[in-house]
T-cell receptor, first 113, second 118 residues
Framework: DADVTQTPRNRITKTGKRIMLECSQT?????MYWYRQDPGLGLRLIYY???????NKGEISDGYSVSRQAQAKFSLSLESAIPNQTALYFC????????????FGEGSRLTVL | AQSVTQLDSQVPVFEEAPVELRCNYS??????LFWYVQYPNQGLQLLLK??????LVKGINGFEAEFNKSQTSFHLRKPSVHISDTAEYFC????????????????FGQGTILTVHP
């Protein structure tokens, strides 16, 4: 089983719908992240959390919200999806106080029509 | 703030030829540097990382990278590529505090698509 699991792996939805992407990890890491990947733009940080009570905005948090339900679970929500949120979303984990190395899930491909 | 620029968006190369993927970064503090690889329909996998010490870092699958502080570069190289190296490659940087601990956020470059032709 994967150390970082994302669900769903693929989702097609319509403009205005609420969408939740879920992430769970078995690595025991405190830090969890949500990134968005767009062609030619690389990965951009949406939100990150260093522990259950710590949530921080990344560089592109507008239109997104997150919830850290437990050390192992970190979900990303789009309250009202729009077409330019069509992208590949990655969850990642990292060990606290370390080098910054991240461990990634397989990705969730979201299409907003 | 830190930033990363990957100088080539696409690099085509023939099998068994050498390849270099270029990465420059900017940061006002000390950094840790990483190269990740993304195979089609998969997540990102760590190829190698520079934390300290020798500026030549060896990674998996025969890849290596050289940290050049004066040129703020971290170029990735492989002397002989295989078809299976076809993938997208990402350079990333993590700022550190005075004690050498990462602030815990990676900033990624735009990615370089390496295509190896037979």
């Amino acid at each position: 089983d994967a150390d970082v699991t994302q669900t769903p792996r693929n989702r097609i939805t319509k403009t205005g719908k609420r969408i939740m992407l879920e992430c769970s990890q078995t690595k025991g890491h405190d830090r969890m992240y949500w990134y968005r990947q767009d062609p030619g733009l690389g990965l951009r940080l949406i939100y990150y959390s260093f522990d259950v009570k710590d949530i921080n905005k990344g560089e592109i948090s507008d239109g997104y919200s997150v919830s850290r339900q437990a050390q192992a679970k970190f979900s990303l929500s789009l309250e009202s999806a729009i077409p330019n949120q069509t992208a590949l979303y990655f969850c990642a984990t990292g060990a606290g106080g370390s080098t910054g190395e991240l461990f990634f899930g397989e990705g969730s491909r979201l299409t907003v029509l | 703030a830190q930033s990363v620029t990957q100088l080539d968006s696409q690099v085509p190369v023939f099998e068994e030829a050498p390849v270099e993927l270029r990465c420059n970064y900017s940061s006002s503090v000390s950094v840790y540097l990483f190269w990740y690889v993304q195979y089609p329909n998969q997540g990102l996998q760590l190829l190698l990382k520079y934390l300290s010490g020798s500026t030549l870092v060896k990674g998996i699958n025969g890849f290596e990278a050289e940290f050049n502080k004066s040129q703020t570069s971290f170029h990735l190289r492989k002397p002989s590529v295989h078809i299976s190296d076809t993938a997208e490659y990402f350079c990333a940087v993590s700022d550190t505090n005075a004690g050498g601990t990462s602030y815990g956020k990676l900033t990624f470059g735009q990615g370089t698509i390496l295509t190896v032709h037979p």
